[in-house]
């Protein structure tokens, strides 16, 4: 197969394209007349699409979405987002940086509005030649690399195994892999003869599970030097943090399913902080240490003043006993 050339576009090429569309003209008609192929077109403004500063209207038709426009500034952050199929054994990622965030572990719930004949998915996909497995409450079909639940009021869509993303920051990670998952819905879309999964124009889908892993991590490293094993739950019981290395990563990993985003975003300061100071976790681990010693001495103190103060009850008692009525 023919691959297109590529060609670098700047900020004022997305400026281009957004005025082009709001001049009513279709993605057809725009690649003509910026001189480009329909591919390398759909390649370039693929950015806006994630940050949906443009959304499909149609076929082919695009339209500007104007509460995004602000959206503007992390086009070239979208266009660094790398995406890798599978991770190997020996940490095989398109970059080596520190500074990256390894986002994977996708699985995003889409609730769909009540469907015609829904009930008969069964029989109608085994009509398309697609292989259904029955399950509670629905069904299960395997679409490309991806599994999906089919069931009465929503699709559940789990992301291939080891499908990562690569960002400097978690939320430009997630950005690209929910643009990644409206893609699989609309290919759903067509499957099913072109029905419709939004409720009155909106795609009711949010994730499931997400996981955003700092990678080559001091902090996991420090772990993994001193074969210490760490997860952090909240007050629930639920893990949030943990420290992995099985992809040969030194991983801190955030895994809450509503707060793993901003827990990522609120914690990577600190950890540039012990890259350019690497000495910080041995000194939070010598004031660790003193900590615990005081608390030990603290409660043993406690503890010694406690008998005390019973004696010195008892021997109260004694003394009321004995005073003359």
């Known amino acids: 197969m023919k691959r297109c050339k590529k060609i670098g576009v700047n900020f004022d090429f997305y400026l281009g394209v957004i005025d082009l569309l709001k001049s009513d003209l279709n993605l057809k008609q725009i690649s003509k007349k910026l001189g480009m192929s329909r591919q390398n077109l759909n390649y370039y403004i693929r950015p806006l699409k994630v940050l949906n500063i443009i959304e499909r209207a149609g076929y082919g038709v695009w339209r500007i979405n104007e509460k995004n426009i602000a959206k503007l500034q992390y086009v070239n952050s979208i266009k660094e987002v790398k995406k890798q199929g599978m991770v190997g054994s020996q940490g095989n990622v398109f970059t080596s940086s520190p500074n990256q965030v390894r986002s994977h572990g996708y699985v995003f719930t889409l609730k769909i509005p009540n469907?015609?004949?829904?009930?008969?998915?069964?029989?109608?996909?085994?009509?398309?030649?697609?292989?259904?497995?029955e399950m509670k409450g629905g069904c299960s079909i395997s679409y490309g690399n991806y599994k999906i639940h089919l069931f009465n009021g929503s699709i559940v869509i789990y992301f291939p195994p080891g499908r990562s993303y690569y960002s400097d920051r978690p939320i430009f990670a997630f950005l690209r892999a929910f643009y990644d998952c409206k893609q699989i819905i609309f290919k759903l879309e067509k499957l099913f003869q072109n029905q419709r999964f939004s409720i009155q124009g909106e795609y009711w889908l949010k994730p499931s599970r997400h996981h955003y892993a700092l990678i080559h991590n001091e902090f996991a490293q420090y772990a993994d030097k001193n074969k210490l094993k760490i997860q952090i739950r909240d007050h629930k019981g639920k893990v949030w943090l943990l420290v992995d290395n099985s992809f040969n990563l030194h991983e801190t990993e955030f895994i809450h399913e509503k707060h793993a985003i901003k827990d990522t975003e609120?914690?990577?300061?600190?950890?540039?902080?012990?890259?350019?100071?690497?000495?910080?976790?041995?000194?939070?681990?010598?004031?660790?240490?003193?900590?615990?010693?005081?608390?030990?001495?603290?409660?043993?103190?406690?503890?010694?003043?406690?008998?005390l103060l019973e004696q010195f009850d008892k021997n109260l008692k004694l003394i009321i006993d004995k005073m003359p009525g």
């Open 266 to 307: 609120n914690f990577q300061p600190f950890f540039n902080l012990i890259r350019e100071n690497p000495k910080i976790l041995e000194d939070l681990k010598q004031d660790n240490d003193e900590m615990v010693q005081r608390i030990k001495d603290l409660s043993e103190s406690q503890m010694n003043t406690t008998i």
């Open 115 to 133: 469907i015609k004949n829904w009930h008969r998915r069964i029989e109608f996909l085994e009509k398309k030649k697609v292989v259904p497995k």
